[in-house]
């Protein structure tokens, strides 16, 4: 299951599941299978993988069901305008990202200006006005647009 809320923010935790792995050099794309149990509504795992509703087996083609699994992670590790922290459940998939990385200094669990890269220190734009509409401009507002140059 996927969910983003809202459409941007600065930073981003995203958790890959058991529906995207690396196997053997090669990302491979599980659905996950339930296993019966006695109690009614309780679900038991007998197979890791993607247990979203909409790519069960027979919806849609193994080629299919990779490209909606990536398309979804896609969406979800590039909303952040800040950074994106990946983490994997698979270990092996975790050590390949480890590889793709590198070392990575941890700075406490929350970040902050002062332990950002120089680099990465870019003080937010204001927010843009909405709607320029006839009736919706104030009275004594100016009709110059503020400067939103990013650099």
């Not at 909303?79 to 990946?86: D, E, G, I, N, Y």
Request: with cysteine.
């Amino acid at each position: 299951m996927y969910t983003a809320q809202g459409l941007e923010w600065d930073w981003c935790g995203v958790i890959m599941g058991e529906d995207m792995v690396r196997r053997d050099d090669r990302w491979v794309f599980r659905r996950g299978k339930e296993r019966k149990t006695a109690e009614p509504g309780i679900k038991r795992v007998a197979e890791p993988g993607s247990f979203d509703p909409k790519v069960k087996a027979g919806s849609v083609d193994d080629e299919e069901f990779a490209r909606l699994v990536r398309h979804a992670y896609h969406v979800l590790m590039t909303r952040a305008s800040r950074a994106t922290v990946l983490y994997s459940t698979d270990e092996e998939t975790r050590d390949y990202l480890k590889e793709l990385v590198g070392t990575a200094e941890i700075h406490g669990l929350r970040p902050t200006w002062e332990n950002l890269p120089v680099e990465a220190r870019m003080p937010h734009l204001p927010r843009p006005g909405l709607g320029r509409g006839k009736g919706r401009r104030r009275k004594g507002a100016g009709s110059q647009a503020p400067d939103l140059r990013l650099f």
